[in-house]
């Protein structure tokens, strides 16, 4: 089983952030969070990673709390193209959830 | 750069025949990995190989799966016999080096494999 636990389902309103959430309660200190997205029938798509400081690149945020136990990230202003299933990993263990499916509507 | 290539893009086949995969990394990526996507869930992770040594195959079905990557750069990905299980997406990906610091994998399009 995977070491993160994610929501199944989130909807979103286009425009609007966003907010995916994470727990990875058993992560140990050297291990990085990476976040994938995967649009229907692609591959999975790289968005971001981080170890302990929040990260920013022009794809999303991820903000890491500080005892490392949970994450979030944030997509500022949702499109309807950023429906996609979203899966937050540990890199040192490399196994993928369910993820969240997240819906943009208009 | 170009992506990773796989081939072929679907697959139908019978119970207990073999098919195989192929997978051309992205040009100077050392580390490669095979994924099985059964539909509804995520990809797991049937094996990793730093250039053509494998560094993580546990969860890979040895009595029917094989993976071998010649040469540290393409791989080929083995079912022999397949089972109706099977049915999933085989997804293959790469990335310059296995470091956790910055290792963003790159995903190719995936098999569609059918068993039926």
């Known amino acids: 089983d995977a070491k993160t636990t994610q929501p199944p389902s989130m909807d979103c309103a286009e425009g609007r952030a966003a907010n995916l959430p994470c727990n990875h309660s058993?992560?140990?200190?050297?291990?990085?969070v990476y976040w994938y997205r995967q649009i229907h029938s692609q591959g999975p798509q790289y968005i971001i990673h981080?170890?302990?400081n929040n990260e920013t690149n022009e794809m999303a945020s991820l903000i890491i709390t500080e005892d490392r136990k949970s994450s979030t990230l944030i997509l500022p202003h949702a499109t309807l193209r950023d429906t996609a299933v979203y899966y937050c990993i540990d890199y040192n263990d490399m196994r993928f959830g369910a993820g969240t499916r997240l819906t943009v509507k208009p | 750069e170009a992506g990773v290539a796989q081939s072929p893009r679907y697959k139908i086949i019978e119970k207990r025949q073999s098919v195989a995969f192929w997978c051309n990394p992205i040009s100077g990526h050392a580390t490669l990995y095979w994924y099985q996507q059964i539909l509804g869930q995520g990809p797991k992770l049937l094996i990793q190989f730093q250039n053509n040594g494998v560094v993580d195959d546990s969860q890979l079905p040895k009595d029917r799966f094989s993976a071998e990557r010649l040469k540290g750069v393409d791989s080929t990905l083995k079912i022999q016999p397949a089972k109706l299980e099977d049915s999933a997406v085989y997804l293959c990906a790469s990335s310059r080096s296995g470091g956790a610091s910055y290792n963003e994998q790159f995903f190719g399009p995936g098999t569609r494999l059918t068993v039926l």
């Open positions: 981080g170890l302990k």
């Open positions: 058993t992560i140990s200190g050297n291990e990085y």
